[in-house]
Every structure is written in structure tokens, then in C-alpha cells.
């Protein structure tokens, strides 16, 4: 009993680190929305976006009228995953091909 315990306590604790280290480099894909719609990190981070809606979204990097050719990561549907490296120092926009008022803004310290 005492044993079973201890190991719900651990878990719990991890579960918490993990979703720590999500909030600052993870970003929601919700009711046809980025969250955060802007997200500042460090050079080198990863960041990565989790599909919450159940149809398919885009992470392109720039605006519908000009894709900057970064990134075009596809999220297709509930769950899915994606992520880019940001190496170099910037603010990057992107927009979902799909939804083009989807916007959001990734700034690289
Ligand atoms: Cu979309």
C-alpha cells in the first residue's frame, strides 16, 4: 500500500515537468486558432504544435500572400504532432494554408 503511494507521487511529479517544459516551447492548434498566438524562445529551441481540432491544419512559415519557404509542417487532425528548429535569432510568422486567417508569431532570442 505504502509502495503504491510512492509511485503515484512520482508519476504525478513527472507528468507536472513535462507539461512545464510543453508551455514554453508548445503551441495548441485549437478551434482554428494558434495558442499562444505569439511565443518567444531562445536560439535552437524546438518548438512544437499539437492538433486539437479534429480537421486538418498547416504551420507554413510567412503570410498567405508570401510563404517565406521555412517550414510547412502538416498537422493532420486530432493529436497529430509537428515541430520546427529555430536555430537563428528573428521573429518568424506563419499561417495555416488551409485557414488563412490562422496567424501566429514565433520570436527568437
Ligand atoms: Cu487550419
Excluded at 503551441?27 to 494558434?34: A, E, K, P, T, Y
Excluded at 486539437?52 to 510567412?62: F, L, N, Q, S
Aim: hydrophobic share 40%; charged share 15%; glycine share 12%.
Amino acid at each position: 500500500m505504502k509502495l503504491t503511494g510512492v509511485a503515484i507521487g512520482w508519476a504525478i511529479a513527472v507528468a507536472a515537468a513535462t507539461t512545464a517544459a510543453d508551455a514554453a516551447t508548445g503551441i495548441n492548434v485549437q478551434l482554428f486558432q494558434f495558442r499562444p498566438g505569439t511565443i518567444a524562445v531562445n536560439a535552437g529551441t524546438r518548438v512544437t504544435w499539437t492538433n486539437h481540432d479534429e480537421i486538418e491544419h498547416t504551420v507554413t512559415a510567412g503570410v498567405p500572400a508570401k510563404p517565406a519557404g521555412g517550414f510547412d509542417l502538416a498537422l493532420g487532425g486530432q493529436g497529430a504532432t509537428a515541430s520546427a528548429d529555430f536555430p537563428t535569432p528573428g521573429t518568424y510568422t506563419y499561417f495555416c494554408r488551409r485557414h488563412q486567417h490562422m496567424r501566429g508569431e514565433v520570436k527568437v532570442n
